[in-house]
């Protein structure tokens, strides 16, 4: 148990001490605006290099993720209705499923799932 806890702060703390050299070492020293430019034969650029990414698009794919983890919590729950009763396993199920049609009702009501305006 001791020799556990010795090796896992030794881990640790050379793990700290990697991402404070990779932090270190990786920035950079001389930052100026024509390095930060694109570079086109010399000339100034003729449009911005970076096109706006759509905020709605972005909303999409976070509800997307929430949504998608959600579904790979409620797939092993068939594995636990084997080893709880049925009441339990049908009031927890309800629960969850309840917070999520409320989440989507929510997001729904928002109008964060509507594409266009």
């Not at 998608?68 to 396993?89: F, H, Q, R």
Request: hydrophobic share 60%.
């Amino acid at each position: 148990m001791n020799l556990t806890m010795v090796m896992s702060m030794i881990l640790i703390m050379l793990a700290t001490l990697m991402m404070m050299a990779a932090s270190l070492l990786s920035k950079k020293s001389i930052t100026d605006r024509e390095k930060n430019t694109p570079f086109e034969c010399g000339f100034d650029p003729f449009y911005v290099a970076r096109i706006p990414f759509s905020l709605k698009f972005f909303l999409i794919a976070v509800i997307f993720l929430i949504f998608d983890v959600e579904i790979a919590i409620i797939l092993p729950a068939m594995m636990v209705m084997n080893t709880s009763t049925p009441a339990e396993w049908m009031i927890t199920f309800t629960v969850f499923i309840v917070v999520l049609l409320i989440g989507l009702y929510y997001e729904w009501h928002q109008g964060a799932l509507e594409w266009s305006n």
